[in-house]
């Protein structure tokens, strides 16, 4: 009987180790760009509920984010609203190679508080001192935030920015810059149109020529930590056509054709 016993266990071991092991459910954690947050809200819960994976998204200034990627932080997938933040990280071996690519195209506004602001045309003749009217003009930290950066060169480009520079009020991140105008602590401010978009209680008064300012291209890649099919799939799923279409509805443009099937 014991050697029936031991045969019937070996003999079971055997069909269990023939059969397919089921897919283990993971999680992929996204640093990305904090004017990315409506977008990957959606996308996030799309995805989680057609995947047994977890998708945790980790959202701050691309400069943060970066720095954090340099320093070991956990992150999986990185989202940047700059592309020298992803060139930093390329430079220095962390992104997984060949996944880097330009996901997101973007454009920065001028916005006022409130509903019904009148509009304005951005050009070199602008002035942003009378339009504030002693106040100041939110935008994120314009030395370190992409669209505080992108906020500075265009001004610089329209020769404001020696003249503004002193009424400037820097947020930690465009939100943060968006939330300064929308509660009526700053009269104005520069952010991007997705976030304008965002938020109710502002007014879009000008689009800064696309000219002024570098493009802004959010490109995405694989940090090289770890290397999963989970990693690899969500990558795919930020290029099809779920992804695109919930990035769309808050008026990013895609950088290029969704990606279909496998």
Request: charged share 20%.
């Amino acid at each position: 009987m014991p050697f029936s016993r031991f045969f019937a266990r070996l003999a079971g071991s055997a069909l269990l180790a023939s059969l397919p092991f089921a897919a283990q459910a993971d999680e992929v954690t996204v640093f990305a760009a904090a004017s990315l947050k409506n977008a990957m809200d959606e996308i996030k819960a799309a995805y989680e509920a057609g995947s047994d994976d977890k998708i945790t998204v980790s959202l701050a200034g691309s400069s943060a984010l970066a720095r954090q990627i340099q320093q070991g932080a956990p992150a999986d997938i990185f989202i940047s609203a700059n592309e020298q933040w992803m060139d930093k990280l390329e430079a220095e071996g962390l992104l997984e190679p060949g996944t880097r690519s330009d996901l997101l195209r973007n454009s920065i506004v001028l916005i006022a508080h409130g509903h019904d602001a009148a509009p304005v045309e951005i050009s070199s003749s602008l002035d942003l001192q009378a339009l504030l009217e002693g106040g100041r003009l939110a935008m994120a930290l314009v030395d370190a935030v992409p669209a505080g950066i992108y906020g500075k060169a265009a001004l610089e480009s329209l020769g404001l920015w020696q003249q503004t520079a002193p009424a400037v009020a820097q947020a930690d991140n465009v939100r943060a810059a968006l939330a300064l105008v929308s509660t009526g602590e700053a009269p104005l401010g520069i952010v991007y149109a997705t976030d304008a978009a965002a938020d109710d209680n502002v007014s879009v008064i000008g689009t800064f020529p696309a000219d002024s300012h570098p493009p802004i291209i959010y490109p995405v890649a694989d940090i090289a930590t770890r290397d999963t099919p989970a990693e690899a799939a969500f990558l795919d799923y930020l290029h099809g056509p779920e992804a695109r279409a919930a990035f769309e509805r808050q008026g990013f443009v895609m950088a290029g054709p969704a990606k279909t099937g496998g």
